[in-house]
């Protein structure tokens, strides 16, 4: 996400935080910033994986809607990683060879409140634009990843740069503080960018997951 983009997201956030404030049903409506750590990995059969650890950080609102439901919404970064296997050319070095994934989404979800202003579970789709799948360590770029014969560390780095998600989550805590766990699932095929790009394997196929762990203070 360049800064021209990013400007018009935030714009678009604020008019409809001040639209959905004024049409407030239960008479409240906070502004939030958040930050938390995220567990990252790809689902698919085209590469072995690993889990690995990031971060998320960035603004939300949260107002009632009717009776028990809040609507939320927001922008957040997020530096995501994830380890793919591979081995040096020569076969006598196999590596969880790190990547780094950095970008932006926007979610709207929505909440229902088994203890309302305490307790709630959340479910909603988040759209996520992304930069490349960036090699940690340049050192790398050669190794061959496992599974074939001549796919290496650096050709997959151009994925797909928009991504759906699904999200579901339970927020516990205070008015003005909550903490939550949320799993997102990635509904796009986040590896279609690398098909059509003759490498050995033209039928990529795989799937975001990503457990985030965060904390929310409201104004």
């Given at each position: 996400?360049?800064?021209?983009?990013?400007?018009?997201?935030?714009?678009?956030?604020?008019?409809?935080?001040?639209?959905?404030?004024?049409?407030?049903?239960?008479?409240?409506?906070?502004?939030?910033?958040?930050?938390?750590?995220?567990?990252?990995?790809?689902?698919?059969?085209?590469?072995?994986?690993?889990?690995?650890?990031?971060?998320?950080?960035?603004?939300?609102?949260?107002?009632?809607?009717?009776?028990?439901?809040?609507?939320?919404?927001?922008?957040?970064?997020?530096?995501?990683?994830?380890?793919?296997?591979?081995?040096?050319?020569?076969?006598?070095?196999?590596?969880?060879?790190?990547?780094?994934?950095?970008?932006?989404?926007?979610?709207?979800?929505?909440?229902?409140?088994?203890?309302?202003?305490?307790?709630?579970?959340?479910?909603?789709?988040?759209?996520?634009?992304?930069?490349?799948?960036?090699?940690?360590?340049?050192?790398?770029?050669?190794?061959?990843?496992?599974?074939?014969?001549?796919?290496?560390?650096?050709?997959?780095?151009?994925?797909?740069?928009?991504?759906?998600?699904?999200?579901?989550?339970l927020t516990t805590g205070l008015?003005?503080?909550?903490?939550?766990?949320?799993?997102?699932?990635?509904?796009?095929?986040?590896?279609?960018?690398?098909?059509?790009?003759?490498?050995?394997?033209?039928?990529?196929?795989?799937?975001?997951?990503?457990?985030?762990?965060?904390?929310?203070?409201?104004?």
């Open positions: 996400m360049n800064f021209k983009q990013l400007i018009f997201v935030s714009f678009c956030l604020f008019f409809f935080q001040q639209t959905f404030a004024q049409r407030n049903y239960e008479g409240y409506n906070f502004l939030g910033i958040q930050g938390g750590l995220s567990f990252f990995d790809i689902q698919t059969d085209d590469l072995v994986t690993k889990q690995k650890e990031g971060f998320i950080a960035g603004f939300t609102t949260r107002g009632g809607f009717r009776n028990n439901f809040d609507l939320i919404y927001g922008i957040s970064f997020q530096s995501e990683s994830v380890g793919v296997e591979g081995s040096s050319p020569l076969g006598s070095d196999t590596q969880s060879i790190g990547y780094t994934i950095q970008g932006a989404q926007i979610n709207f979800l929505g909440s229902y409140n088994i203890v309302m202003k305490h307790l709630s579970v959340e479910f909603g789709p988040v759209f996520s634009i992304n930069g490349k799948m960036k090699l940690d360590r340049d050192e790398y770029e050669d190794y061959v990843l496992t599974g074939y014969n001549t796919l290496t560390a650096k050709d997959i780095q151009d994925i797909s740069r928009f991504n759906v998600r699904l999200a579901a989550g008015e003005h503080f909550r903490i939550s766990a949320q799993y997102q699932y990635g509904l796009t095929n986040m590896l279609g960018g690398l098909n059509g790009n003759d490498l050995e394997n033209d039928d990529f196929k795989g799937n975001s997951s990503t457990i985030i762990v965060s904390g929310v203070i409201y104004f």
